[in-house]
């Protein structure tokens, strides 16, 4: 990792455990729905793995735990340790891990589903994720790149403060180059105002 990706992520990192408290405000009903049907492009049951990067508060556990999976079979990323900490608390069973998804290391093939839900714009660079995860999806399983409130919301972000997301969610364009690059396909697409979502399927 070079010394601009560290400086990012200790950026990410502080920003986050700096903000923690302002992250545990209830999420409104009409998000809440979006993120659940989030989880539910994924197909999840009892026997799926999952990892959830960028995790945050948990928010997205809740609706892969009600989806069928066991909360011993799910993986959570983040940076902040502030953020985890309350993550853990409210899922004791989940398996969570501080750092860089980049750094974080499990067997070639282990997962059923793997999201980045409202976090994809943060990243210090997403092809080299992209990369790192395809390798990490069981053939036949996905990545789901999401945001319940959609690219817009996440440029306002970017224009707000770009040290913090640097970028906009990828374009059709930018997910089929990396699909051809790693041995997935874009299995759905929605850029809507108001949501956000690419499935990434890996090939059998």
């Given amino acids: 990792m070079n010394e601009q990706q ?8 502080q920003y986050f455990d700096d903000n923690a408290n302002y992250f545990e405000q209830p999420i409104p009903d009409d998000v809440e729905i979006k993120l659940g049907q989030i989880v539910a492009k994924a197909t999840l049951n009892q026997n799926s ?5 960028g995790t945050g508060m ?13 909360s011993k079979n799910i993986a959570a990323i983040d940076l902040s340790a ?4 309350k993550a853990r608390d409210r899922y004791p069973e989940v398996q969570f891990w501080q750092g860089d998804v980049l750094d974080f290391e499990a067997q070639t093939n282990s997962f059923d589903a793997i999201f980045f839900n ?3 714009g943060n990243l210090f660079s997403p092809d080299a994720a992209v990369c790192h995860v395809s390798k990490l999806i069981k053939p036949g399983g996905c990545a789901i790149i999401s945001h319940p409130l959609g690219n817009k919301f996440v440029s306002c972000l970017h224009d707000m403060n770009p040290d913090l997301v640097p970028r906009h969610l ?3 364009n930018i997910l ?6 790693y041995n997935l396909q874009l299995s759905e697409y929605i850029d809507e105002p108001e949501f ?5 399927q890996k090939n059998g």
């Fill in 6 to 13: 560290k400086q990012h992520n200790q950026y990410q990192k």
């Fill in 118 to 120: 409202a976090c994809f």
């Fill in 176 to 181: 089929e180059k990396w699909c051809s690059n």
């Fill in 49 to 53: 793995f999952v990892l959830d990067i």
């Fill in 58 to 70: 948990g928010v997205l556990i809740k609706h892969i735990i009600a989806s069928g999976v066991l």
């Fill in 82 to 85: 502030k953020m985890l900490s």
């Fill in 170 to 172: 990828p374009k059709k």
């Fill in 196 to 200: 956000y979502l690419a499935k990434l």
